[in-house]
C-alpha cells in the first residue's frame, strides 16, 4: 500500500462507466503526513486527538471556571455528563466511598473517547480517531497500569498476586488450572479485549459509512440514480445508528475500566 493512498477517489467514476466500484478499505484509514519532524509524521488523526483533548478540557473549564449557585446553560450541561458518570458508572461499579476519588479519571477517560468517537460524523474531520487501534491500545494500557498498580498497592505483592490469579484453596487439585486461566485472561487477554471491543466497533462503523457515502455517488448516473437514492438513506441510517454506538462504546469502555478498578480494590477472599 503506498503512502499517497487517501481516502480520496476518482470523482469521474460512476456505474455504466469503464471503472469498477471504489470499494474502501484499509487505504480509507491512511493519510498522508500532514509534516514531518525529524522522521515524525503528524498525520490528521493526532491533530484531532488534540482538538479532542483541547474540546474536553476546554468545554468543562468553561463550565466550572466560574460555577453559579443557578447554573447557566454551559455549568448544567456540564453537570449533567459529570453527574451522569459518577452516578450511572462510577458510584454503580466501584461505589461512592472507594470510587468518589476516581470520578475525574472516569469522566476525562468517557469524554475523552467519545469525542475521539465523535469526530466521524463532524463536518471536515469525519474520522473516527479510535478506528485505529494504536489510540484504543494507548487508552486500555493506562487503564491497566492503574488497575495493576492499585491491585498490588492493596493487597500487597503476595495478596496482589493472589487477587490477579484468583487464588482460592477450596478449588483443590484444580487450582492451578484456574491460576494459569486467570492469569492469561487478566494479564493478556483482558487489555486487549478492551482495546479491541472499542477499534473494531469504530472501524466497522466508519467503513460501512464511507461505502455507501461512495456507493451513493458511485451511482449517481442514468438509471443507478434510483439505486442512489437508497444508498443515501442508508447513509443517513448508519450515520444515526453511528452517532448511538459512539456513546455506547464509551460508556463501555469506562464501564470495563470501573469493573477493574473495583476488582483491584475488592478484598481478596
Known amino acids: 500500500m503506498s503512502a499517497d493512498q487517501t481516502l480520496a477517489f476518482d470523482p469521474d467514476c460512476h456505474i455504466f462507466t469503464p471503472c469498477g466500484f471504489p470499494a474502501p478499505g484499509l487505504h480509507t484509514f491512511m493519510y ?23 474540546v474536553v478540557v476546554g468545554f468543562f473549564w468553561a ?35 472507594d470510587g468518589q476519588k476516581y470520578v475525574p479519571f472516569m469522566v476525562s477517560l468517557f469524554f475523552f473517547v467519545w469525542i475521539m468517537n465523535l469526530w466521524s460524523i463532524i463536518p471536515l474531520a469525519q474520522f473516527p480517531v479510535t478506528s485505529l487501534i494504536a489510540f484504543p491500545a494507548a487508552l486500555a494500557l493506562i487503564v491497566y497500569v492503574v488497575w495493576v498498580s492499585l491491585t498490588f498497592k492493596k493487597h500487597g505483592f503476595v495478596g496482589g498476586w493472589k487477587n490477579i490469579l484468583g487464588y482460592d484453596k477450596s478449588l483443590g487439585a484444580i487450582l492451578p488450572l484456574i491460576m494459569l ?13 478492551h482495546a479491541v471491543r472499542l477499534f473494531a466497533n469504530m472501524f466497522a462503523g466508519h467503513l460501512l459509512i464511507v461505502m455507501f457515502s461512495l456507493a451513493t455517488w458511485y451511482l449517481m448516473n442514468g438509471l443507478g440514480f434510483v439505486y442512489a437514492g437508497a444508498s443515501f438513506v442508508m447513509v443517513i441510517i448508519m450515520t444515526a445508528f453511528e452517532l448511538f454506538i459512539q456513546a455506547v462504546q464509551a460508556y463501555v469502555f469506562v464501564l470495563l475500566a470501573c469493573s477493574y478498578v473495583q476488582g483491584a480494590l475488592a478484598e481478596h477472599h
Open 181 to 193: 486461566l486467570e492469569f492469561f485472561s487478566n494479564l493478556i487477554i483482558r487489555p486487549f479485549t
Open 63 to 97: 463550565a466550572f471556571n466560574k460555577p453559579k449557585l443557578i447554573p447557566g446553560k454551559m455549568q448544567m450541561v456540564g453537570e449533567a455528563g459529570y453527574d451522569f458518570v459518577r452516578r450511572g458508572i462510577v458510584y454503580e461499579i466501584i461505589g461512592k466511598k
Open 32 to 54: 498522508e503526513p500532514m509534516f514531518s519532524v525529524g522522521g515524525f509524521d503528524f498525520t490528521k488523526p493526532m491533530l484531532l486527538a488534540i482538538l479532542g483533548s483541547i
